[in-house]
């Protein structure tokens, strides 16, 4: 059995009288690749956006166990505290910071990371100067691991589309994280760039050891790089297993009307 | 065709104009003799004005449309050219110098009342810098900034009032109360942004002001605070007009000094904090910032400038009242950091420089003034909405890189 890295146990959110997650369970182990699926409203982000701290579930366990560490449970922590555990995540209507280089948004995400306060920024002495080089060096490097370094000192929001969902992933990517959630990531993609992303999600789980969570709608981008796969339909979880099992399982082609599943 | 449109609709706004203005333009009651005088003249000056200015108007507007926002700047060579001419070392120290000069010889040169408004306009460059990281950085619409202004003027005033502490003494003293309230002011509302922190922002504002004026055994009321003394150099009598000089000294370097303070911290890993909380909050939490800590460190922090100019303005004025902490004063200086371009510190300085010298300087048009100081901000709002100095790109070197390409 794999090391478990993420564990969540009949996790639950209500709106008001709507309940948009029911009951889910889910869990990721190390080295997987792990997707969620469902159809539109299903509960996919509400289920993100619950364990990263943007909303407290109703109910339900939330653990994160960080490699080699004890498990810690995160219900109700902030979002900060969740992507300083080692989770950090990506948006499905892309939220960058449109005002800041593409640099600096990955610079951003290195502050979970780095410890320079107020004097320290004032003064700058060794400590906060060999930081930010640090930053500036790290950040670099991960743009250039994502093909973005070409664009490091332009405006995040002057950047080509698929550009901008790159970024996302090597913005949270420079949180370190030990697990990453990707929410659609190929969303208005197009099939070129949607296989440019099979290969860049393969590679960063082979070469930097994050293991990953992703929504997708994208079937073929499913079937084709994920370990294992979690159904959800209507708040609830219908059907957990690998891309064959699920393939196969008649509540998910009635969910997703048979098309899709087989494409 | 078009131009029968544009006459059309200018002929409409002048007509309008001619209704709105009619009861104060045109008719005059003479109270004394009990007769109504019809001032028809007035009324064809404001159709011939409205309906040219109507023109004019809609003229920019539709050569405004045109270019795309990012194409500004970029796109027109002779922007470009001045740009990297100021980057240019060469122009950019002989500028330093050039100004540095200037600001040195200027109270010699001119009169203590130019020394005096120079030294106001200075202590607005430090309220705007200062309100710059709340509103410019952190991206928070705070429209009581007036009151950490009056947490440090009222420090100074009162511990000398009451403990006899001297200027030297309060002038920390006071940054360091008005950064208490600005964390007192923080944690209500940390949760609210945009409009509703506005409000709420204002309302404490108006508080801090409504408790100065009403409780008399602590503030002396309306009637405020005299004989504060103005900043003392130990062992030296200074007159008056020596003593605006130092101050006017005294003031430029607290100014140097927030401009290095507030560059450094904008480029570094709290300024990028507080620009990412601006530009999405969930995205920053989400990317690991502590919202809470960040911004309350920008309430903090931009209420520190305000103290320390408090202490300044009551040294300067050595009488202070409630009646100078209005919300326009917060106003003023919110105009300040909007008109220079949110987040940019050279942009702040000229506009503080800009909207307070304006309205001295254009006192040889009396009643007019301030309707063109109003002019001048509308037409700047309607042509560069993004400031005088819109945000620039801040780059990096790449030092690791550079060592990678020299060892491989
Ligand atoms: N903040 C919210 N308040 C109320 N209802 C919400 C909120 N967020 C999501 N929902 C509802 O929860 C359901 C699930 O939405 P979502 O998680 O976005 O679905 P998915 O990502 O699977 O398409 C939808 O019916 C949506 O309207
Ligand atoms: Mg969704």
Not at chain 2, 176 to 181: D, E, I, N, P, R
Not at chain 2, 244 to 249: M, P
Request: glycine share 8%; net charge neutral; proline share 4%.
């Amino acid at each position: 059995m794999m090391e478990r890295l993420l564990d969540v146990k009949s996790l639950t959110m209500d709106f008001g009288g709507l309940r948009a997650v029911d009951q889910v369970n889910l869990d990721v182990c190390q080295g997987e690749i792990v997707a969620l699926i469902g159809p539109n409203g299903a509960g996919k982000t509400t289920f993100f956006n619950c364990i990263t701290g943007i909303y407290a579930p109703s109910d339900g366990e939330i653990s994160v166990i960080p490699p080699g560490k004890k498990p810690i449970r995160i219900n109700g922590f902030k979002p900060h505290k969740i992507t300083q555990a080692g989770m950090a995540r990506t948006f499905q209507n892309i939220r960058l910071f449109p005002n800041m280089t593409v640099l600096e948004n990955v610079m951003l995400g290195r502050h979970c990371r780095t410890t320079s306060k107020i004097l320290g920024a004032i003064l700058r002495g060794s400590h906060t100067r060999r930081e930010e080089e640090e930053t500036v060096d790290f950040s670099y490097h991960l743009l250039e691991k994502m093909g973005l370094e070409k664009y490091a000192n332009e405006f995040a929001k002057n950047l080509p589309y698929g550009a901008q969902r790159r970024l996302e992933i090597a913005r949270a990517m420079a949180t370190e994280p030990f697990l990453l959630l990707l929410d659609e990531p190929a969303a208005g993609m197009n099939p070129q760039e949607t296989k440019e992303l099979d290969d860049l999600i393969t590679k960063i789980k082979n070469e930097e050891g994050i293991s990953i969570l992703l929504i997708e709608h994208d079937m073929k981008l499913v079937m084709n790089i994920s370990d294992r796969i979690f159904v959800m339909e209507y708040g609830r979880e219908i059907a957990k297993g690998t891309p064959l099992e699920i393939r196969e399982n008649p509540k998910v082609i009635e969910a997703y009307l048979g098309e899709e599943v087989h494409a | 065709m078009h131009i029968f449109e544009e006459i059309k609709k200018s002929t409409i706004t002048a007509v309008w104009f001619v209704f709105l203005t009619f009861p104060i333009m045109v008719i005059r009651v003479n109270t004394i003799h009990k007769t109504i005088e019809w001032r028809w003249d007035n009324m064809i000056m404001v159709a011939v004005g409205s309906f040219a200015l109507s023109f004019v108007w809609r003229y920019f507007m539709e050569h405004r449309q045109a270019p795309k926002p990012e194409a500004m700047g970029r796109g027109v060579p002779w922007i470009q050219n001045a740009r990297q001419a100021i980057k240019h070392p060469v122009f950019f120290y002989s500028a330093i110098a050039l100004l540095t000069v200037f600001a040195v010889i200027f109270p010699f040169i001119f009169s203590r009342y130019q020394v005096n408004i120079m030294t106001t306009a200075l202590i607005y460059v430090m309220l705007g810098l200062g309100l710059n990281i709340v509103v410019g950085l952190a991206g928070l619409l705070d429209l009581g900034y007036v009151a950490f202004y009056a947490v440090g003027a009222y420090s100074y005033a009162l511990l000398h009032l009451h403990y006899g502490l001297n200027f030297w003494i309060c002038l920390p003293l006071g940054a360091g109360l008005a950064a208490l309230f600005g964390i007192i002011l923080g944690f209500p509302v940390l949760r609210l942004r945009g409009d509703y922190l506005a409000i709420v922002t204002l309302g404490f504002g108006e508080i801090i002001r409504l408790v100065l004026e009403n409780w008399n055994e602590f503030s002396k009321g309306p009637s405020g605070i005299a004989e504060i003394p103005r900043p003392p150099i130990p062992g030296v009598e200074l007159s008056l007009s020596e003593s605006s000089v130092f101050l006017y000294f005294l003031v430029i370097i607290l100014t140097l000094f927030t401009v290095f303070v507030v560059n450094r911290l904008r480029n570094s890993r709290i300024g990028r904090a507080w620009i990412a909380l601006r530009e999405d909050e969930i995205a920053c939490q989400a990317m690991g910032v502590n919202k809470t800590a960040t911004k309350l460190t920008a309430f903090a922090l931009g209420a520190t400038w305000a103290g320390m100019a408090g202490v300044i303005f009551a040294a300067k004025t050595t009488f202070i009242n409630p009646a100078s902490f209005t919300f326009l004063e917060s106003a003023i200086i919110l105009s300040i950091v909007v008109l220079g371009g949110m987040g940019s510190i050279v942009g702040v300085i000229a506009s503080a420089l800009i909207l307070i010298l304006l309205p001295e300087y254009l006192r040889a048009f009396s009643e007019y003034r301030m309707l063109l100081f109003g002019a001048v901000l509308v037409i700047m709002m309607v042509f560069r909405p993004q400031g005088l100095v819109s945000t620039v790109r801040q780059t990096y070197q790449f030092k690791g890189l550079k060592k990678d390409k020299e060892v491989g």
